[in-house]
């Protein structure tokens, strides 16, 4: 099922429902190289035999402006021209890398992605932002800057392991609360092993929350506006991540929580909503506290790129189904940080 999104900066051509041995068609003529990382060359080694590849090491750790030097090297090696196209197959470590180093290589050459991971697929690999960490500054070197297309096989959950499913879930959740209150029901019908074992209704979630995350960029893709409702559960989130090491869909999580109870605080947000959040987020194995320090949480907000003054933009919700965006003074998310351990 192909589906054509234009977006400011490029228009990409979405394979949802579609099998990752389409990709020699779709890119037919084309001089290909594959990037991708151990895990996946591991997993998939028939995908690599007989093409142009590159394999770099899996995990976050790999993200890196030294990364990028080993792979302008290994494209040189392979003979890459401007002409050449790059598809990262694999999670969101890889799109990021393959964004941007396929946006500077020669000054910019063409490519696409096959995620491999539900967040991946949902998420990191729609929007056009990559980008590459230097030290603890996370994806401080980076562009905007669409692929060609963006390539769904599910196949590939079949070997990704739990807490990884729960990663994805946390932003599939995310998109339910500001958007979309009937997912929200849905979700609430199932759990995490019917997913794992039904591919056609993953399938649909994703071309679903594809379909959220694809509007509001192609309305923002600057991130001026509306953009920002996609940070939901993400600013205290962040601070958690970076501070306590937790994998990202868990810090999502429990911020998602503190923007539930910050959103009670601010404009009456239903505590009987909060609880369905938290019933929400356990079904899909997902944590919704974490014995954290406040006044550390504040000074990593405090030093957050978002803020102005004295103030930090949140996403609250006005109910299930309904992100807004609310700048708010500090005191009062200390506060209610406080009440949140
Ligand atoms: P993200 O969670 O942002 O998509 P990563 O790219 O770091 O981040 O992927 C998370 C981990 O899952 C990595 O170790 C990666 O190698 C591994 N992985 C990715 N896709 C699969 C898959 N389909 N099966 C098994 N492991 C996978
Ligand atoms: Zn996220």
Partial sequence: MKQTIAFPSGTVDYYFKSK?????????????????????????PGLFAGRKHIIIPSGEDAKTAESIKEITKKLLELDATRKSMIVGIGGGVITDITGFVASVYMRGIKFGFV????????????????????????????????????????????????????????????????????LFSELEDYDLSFYKTSPEAVAELIATCAGWKNKTVAEDELETGIRKLLNFGHTSGHAIETIYHLPHGQ????????????????????????????????????????????PHIMEVLKM??????????????????????????????????????
């Fill in 251 to 294: 810090a999502v999580a429990i911020g998602m929580v503190i923007a539930c109870k910050l959103s009670s605080e601010i404009n009456g947000f239903s505590t009987a909503g909060t609880e369905r959040l938290t019933d929400l987020l356990e079904r899909y194995s997902l944590p919704v506290k974490y014995h954290f320090s406040a």
């Fill in 20 to 44: 990752v041995e389409e990709l020699s068609r779709i890119c037919s003529n084309r001089d290909l190289i594959l990037l991708t990382d151990v895990t996946i060359a591991a997993l998939y």
């Fill in 115 to 182: 995620p491999t991971t539900l967040l991946a697929m949902v998420d990191a690999a729609i929007g056009g932002k990559n980008g590459v960490n230097v030290g603890l500054h996370k994806n401080i070197l980076g562009t905007i800057n669409q692929p060609e297309f963006i390539l769904y096989d599910v196949k590939f959950l079949d070997t990704l392991p739990t807490p990884e499913w729960s990663n994805g879930f946390a932003e599939i959740i995310k998109y339910s609360c500001i958007f979309d209150s009937e």
């Fill in 304 to 341: 957050d790129k978002k803020r102005n003054n004295k103030n930090i933009d949140f996403i609250l919700l006005s109910q299930i189904g309904e992100g807004y965006i609310q700048s708010l003074p500090l005191e009062t998310i200390e506060q209610t940080l406080n009440t949140c351990m």
